[in-house]
């Protein structure tokens, strides 16, 4: 059973709790995250990118000379893909880059990252995650006393302004619901930071 240190607002340990080994105690599997990270960063790509035809570019519209007798190679337009300005060949155009990949997929890999960072002793579960009021270097210090250093996901049982007002300066540090987590954003964090409520509630969405 994975075991992961419980601590207080101040950061000191105040003990140990036990995950639920069907969340945070499988054995990870590589190619699903891969797969998951990928349809997340295709999903994320705008496609917008956007270049002229020869049919699009201006000019072009005369013959530049007569087809024959002139020793050069015969030419319709001087917008040809081959002439200077001319259109480009297979120009791209804007497209979506989205696909869907199975929610059992998802879920896997979801629990697959979790397990990982318990398996790195690299969760910590906070007694009552809250902010009286938005303070960064409050906040900072939290982190710091707790032992979380560099990226870190904050994870909160539902938004809770004054804790997310007191992260988001936090260079590397974000903040998410128990019910909208991202394995792209829990694989590139170094450790994750859980309210004990939300704990609770992802043992209960994802079991």
Same mark, same amino acid.
């Not at 397990?115 to 690299?122: E, F, M, T, V, Y």
């Given at each position: ?9 101040? /950061? ?12 945070? !105690? ?24 956007? %270049? ?43 497209? %979506? ?14 629990? +697959? ?7 790195? !002793? ?5 007694? /009552? ?11 900072? /210090? ?39 987590? +991202? ?25």
């Amino acid at each position: 059973m994975p075991i992961a240190n419980v601590v207080n607002m101040e /950061g000191a340990k105040v003990g140990e709790i036990e995950l639920a080994e069907s969340i945070f !105690g499988i054995e990870p599997n590589p190619a699903v995250v891969h797969e998951v990270v990928k349809n997340h960063l295709a999903n994320c790509r705008q496609g917008t990118q956007s %270049s002229l035809t020869r049919g699009e570019v201006s000019g072009g519209g005369i013959k530049p000379w007569r087809q024959k007798g002139t020793g050069r190679a015969r030419q319709g337009s001087t917008r040809s893909p081959q002439w200077t300005h001319g259109g480009v060949v297979f120009a791209p155009k804007p497209r %979506s880059y989205n696909y869907t990949i199975n929610k059992k997929v998802k879920r896997l890999a979801l629990k +697959s990252v979790l397990s990982d960072k318990a398996l790195n !002793g690299a969760v910590v579960v906070v007694d /009552g995650l809250e902010m009286a009021e938005p303070k960064t270097s409050t906040f900072a /210090g939290f982190l710091s006393t707790a032992g979380v250093a560099g990226k870190a996901v904050v994870i909160t049982e539902g938004v809770k302004a004054n804790v997310v007002k007191s992260a988001r300066n936090i260079p590397g540090v974000i903040t998410t619901p128990a019910t909208t987590l +991202s394995v792209y954003d829990i694989i590139n964090a170094k450790a994750l930071v859980i309210d004990k409520a939300a704990l609770a509630v992802i043992e209960e969405v994802y079991a």
